[in-house]
């Protein structure tokens, strides 16, 4: 029992972890878009800081799932498959939990604003826009189901990925 205990304690961790650096990403990303550039450098100095931070995530989440998993896997003597699984669907738990919140009640003008955007831009009929616009409350939910949907599979993938690296054996090496 205490060896289940522990398993689920260090993938809640090591989930935590992964899910705190999406969160930090998602807010910075939201103070970076509370700036009012005033010019078009700026504008687009913005907008580079964003695609680099995504890329700096999306590295580092990577790494970390990697480090987690072949961490596991040398401490405890094997495959670190079912941790990694463990740790995707904790991190998107965590992350899926926030980004709820966030559109609830940090930022709950997004999809609004968006909306705004879409009926802007002329592209749909009056039919469309209804459907859409009858579709805005529940959008918060949804985007909770599918990024825990879209974070476990895409960390399950890289769990797998890892664990098939690290159980490798090099025949030549006996």
Do not use: H
Request: neutral net charge; aromatic residues 16%.
């Amino acid at each position: 029992m205490d060896d289940k205990k522990s398993f689920w304690s260090e993938a809640g961790r090591d989930g935590a972890v992964l899910g705190g650096v999406s969160i930090a990403y998602m807010l910075v990303t939201w103070g970076l878009g509370l700036l009012e550039p005033d010019t078009k450098i700026v504008n687009i100095l913005v907008s580079v800081a964003g695609i680099l931070l995504w890329v700096a995530k999306f590295v580092l989440c990577i790494t970390l799932m990697k480090r987690f998993v072949t961490g596991f896997s040398s401490r405890e003597g094997r495959p670190g498959f079912g941790f990694g699984a463990a740790v995707a669907f904790l991190s998107a738990l965590v992350y899926s939990a926030f980004t709820l919140a966030y559109f609830l009640y940090i930022n709950p003008e997004y999809f609004a604003a968006s909306f705004e955007m879409i009926a802007a831009s002329g592209a749909y009929d009056r039919a469309t826009l209804s459907q859409l616009e009858e579709l805005m409350p529940k959008l918060p939910v949804y985007s909770f189901f599918l990024n825990l949907v879209y974070c476990t599979l895409f960390g399950t993938i890289l769990s797998a990925i890892f664990s098939e690296r690290q159980n490798r054996s090099n025949p030549f090496e006996q």
